[in-house]
Structures are given as structure tokens and as C-alpha cells.
């Protein structure tokens, strides 16, 4: 679990402006994730890469863009098009194969003012 | 593509009681079930899983059963303890999505466990 860094925890963002949200993890995983927790509710997938350089949407990737240029860094944009952003996000990793482990990171609160 | 129901979203039990917390998921090849403890404002973390070749996992007071007939899974809490208090979720993974581990939650299950 402590192999995972994500930062800022907390990010004060306004309207219209682009902010990006950023994963680390040193544990050597091929695969990241990036997932999305509202209040009171589960979490939702936003993009996942399995490996450098590709990257695929999930469930909720409007709004958002990703970048995996190198195995150990994920970064998540939040663009102004996501039209309600404020929320806690959460990046992950795992080898990539069905039936491991997902690890997540701290997390990141973002609220937009 | 897979959905996962989890219920109840609220259970309250008193110290001691078992907790049992349940989810169906809708696509026949899941193999692949984790249960998600996160407490407030932090991480999930995980506190076990199943595949979909055994029926049963136990691990100290915690026990994850599945019925791949029925599409259903479980988590068993025994002896509960004030510690157990938290936001559960159980997820689901599917070979066919691709080498990604990519797993769909349910929406959880907040646990009180009164002292």
C-alpha cells in the first residue's frame, strides 16, 4: 500500500480551470488505475493503462484526460469540461492480470470554489 | 457490461453480533470477487477475496462465501468489534475485459458496530 503517492491531498480548484492530479507508485505494476468516490457512494472507474503508453477509458472518463509516459507515474487532468468535479480520487495499481490485488494510493480531495 | 448490487447500503449490529453483507453481480464469467474495507476518509484496502473455482474463504473472524449459480457473494463478519466500523465494498473482475484487473464496486455498505 505505501508504494503508491499520490498528491496534492487536497486541491482547491475554480471554475474552469484545469488541474492535474498526480500518481506514483514504486512497486512495479504494469497496470494503473484512476477511480472516482462521491460521498456515500462506491467507486467508479475513470481510466485504466495496462501498459506505457496505452491507456483506456472507463466508465466516467468525460471531463478527464491521462498520461502514461513512464511505468511509475499516472497523472489524472481534470478539465473544465468535467462539469462536476468535486469529489475524492483514487489511483491504483495491480499487476496486470485478473485475480490480483488492486493496491490504492491515499487519495486526493478535489473541490472546486 | 457488469453491474454489481450490494446490500444493505446501512447495517447496524451490536459488538459481538455477525455482519453479513451481500452482493450479485450480472455477467457469468466474474471470476474474480474482493471485499474492500475503507474507513473514513482514507484508502480501500483490501481484507479478502475469492475466485471463482472455490465456493468458501475464511480468514480469522472474516469469510467470503460465492454462489456462481446464483451470481452471488457474500462477506461474514463473526464476533464483531468496534474497529469493524467502515465502509465495505465488494467488487468484480472479468477475464474477458483484457489483462487489466479492472474491477466494477458495488456502492457499499456502511457498518456501525455499537460498543
Known amino acids: 500500500d505505501g508504494g503508491i503517492t499520490q498528491s496534492p491531498k487536497y486541491l482547491f480548484r475554480k471554475e474552469g480551470q484545469n488541474v492535474t492530479l498526480s500518481c506514483e507508485q514504486n512497486?512495479?505494476?504494469?497496470?494503473m488505475y484512476w477511480y472516482r468516490q462521491d460521498p456515500g457512494q462506491g467507486l467508479r472507474l475513470i481510466y485504466y493503462?495496462?501498459?506505457?503508453?496505452?491507456?483506456q477509458k472507463g466508465d466516467i472518463a468525460e471531463g478527464y484526460s491521462v498520461s502514461r509516459e513512464k511505468k511509475e507515474s499516472f497523472p489524472l487532468t481534470v478539465t473544465s469540461a468535467q462539469k462536476n468535479p468535486t469529489a475524492f480520487y483514487l489511483c491504483?495499481?495491480?499487476?496486470?492480470?485478473?485475480?490480483?490485488?488492486?493496491?490504492f494510493g491515499e487519495g486526493s480531495w478535489l473541490t472546486v470554489v | 457490461g457488469e453491474n454489481v448490487e450490494q446490500h444493505p447500503s446501512t447495517l447496524s449490529v451490536q459488538e459481538g453480533d455477525s455482519a453479513v453483507i451481500k452482493c450479485t453481480y450480472s455477467?457469468?464469467?466474474?471470476?474474480?470477487f474482493p471485499w474492500y474495507k475503507q474507513e473514513l476518509g482514507k484508502r480501500p484496502q483490501l481484507i479478502i477475496d475469492?475466485?471463482?473455482?472455490?465456493g468458501e474463504k475464511k480468514d480469522q473472524r472474516i469469510a467470503v462465501t460465492l454462489n456462481k449459480t446464483a451470481k452471488h457473494f457474500s462477506l461474514h463478519i463473526t464476533e464483531t468489534q468496534p474497529e469493524d466500523s467502515a465502509v465495505y465494498f465488494c467488487?468484480?473482475?472479468?477475464?474477458?475485459?483484457?489483462?487489466?484487473?479492472?474491477?466494477?464496486f458495488g456502492t457499499g455498505t456502511l457498518l456501525a458496530v455499537q460498543p
Open positions: 491504483a495499481s495491480s499487476i496486470a492480470r485478473t485475480g490480483n490485488t488492486i493496491y
Open positions: 512497486l512495479n505494476h504494469d497496470a
Open positions: 493503462s495496462q501498459i506505457v503508453n496505452d491507456f
Open positions: 455477467d457469468s464469467a466474474s471470476n474474480y
Open positions: 475469492i475466485r471463482s473455482n472455490v
Open positions: 467488487a468484480a473482475s472479468n477475464p474477458g475485459w483484457g489483462a487489466t484487473n479492472k474491477l466494477i
